[in-house]
């Protein structure tokens, strides 16, 4: 199946700081996702995206597509502590099902 | 709306015993996903049903996993028997039916302790 290595692992940010993960395949994906879990919660949807250097923002999060989309980016503009929590890509398979990223967790420090 | 259901929320029990885990997905949603999360491995899909039949089960551990999809409202993961090294988050997860890779849905998880 696919592959997606994501970087950082572990990310401290003072509040108010920018943040900044990122998710690479050797491979070209068809779609990416991404996700967000709050400490002790479940995996929530937060955004797809499908075409090649889409760019698409939700409030002062700007998700990216690379050209040749084989990475993808989640960017978070002036941290807030509810940001706090584990950020995953994940890259859908053949058989659609999806490869999620080791995710980057985030900790934003008063 | 009820989310995806997953029960029960918590489980502690000795080694060797049977652990059953339920699902219950969104109405009408026509793919689960059995999930395992530890902090070693990260989040790994288990398998995967689409319309009640099991599409791909390569990420099962080993025969002591088995998982069942009876009908399209309820799904189990059965681990039998049991191992420490079990030990983990499982997550359920649905998604509806649709053109191209809809997002997925997920329960509040089961957290498993076998002691």
């Known amino acids: 199946g696919q592959q997606v290595m994501q970087i950082p692992q572990y990310q401290h940010v003072q509040e108010g700081e920018d943040f900044t993960t990122y998710c690479n395949s050797s491979?070209?994906?068809?779609?990416i996702q991404w996700y967000k879990q709050r400490p002790g919660g479940h995996p929530v949807f937060l955004i797809q995206?499908?075409?090649?250097?889409e760019v698409k923002k939700q409030k002062r999060l700007t998700f990216q597509f690379g050209e040749a989309k084989k990475n993808s980016s989640l960017h978070i503009t002036a941290t807030q502590t509810t940001d706090v929590g584990t950020y995953f890509c994940?890259?859908?398979?053949?058989?659609?099902?999806?490869?999620f990223g080791s995710g980057t967790q985030l900790t934003v420090l008063p | 709306d009820a989310g995806v259901i997953q029960s029960p929320r918590h489980e502690v029990t000795e080694m060797g015993q049977e652990v059953t885990l339920r699902c219950k997905p969104i109405?009408?949603?026509?793919?689960l996903f059995w999930y395992r999360q530890t902090m070693m491995r990260g989040l790994e899909l288990l398998i995967y049903?689409?319309?009640?039949?099991?599409?791909?089960d390569s990420g099962m551990p080993e025969d002591r996993f088995s998982a069942k999809m009876p009908n399209a409202s309820f799904s189990t993961l059965k681990i039998q028997p049991s191992e420490p090294r079990d030990s983990a988050v499982y997550f359920c997860?649905?998604?509806?039916?649709?053109?191209?890779?809809?997002?997925?849905?997920f329960g509040d998880g089961t957290r498993l302790s076998i002691l």
């Open positions: 997860a649905s998604r509806p039916t649709g053109v191209g890779n809809q997002p997925q849905h």
């Open positions: 491979t070209t994906l068809s779609n």
């Open positions: 995206l499908v075409k090649s250097g």
């Open positions: 994940a890259a859908s398979g053949s058989a659609r099902q999806l490869t």
């Open positions: 109405s009408g949603h026509n793919s």
């Open positions: 049903f689409n319309n009640n039949v099991p599409i791909d």
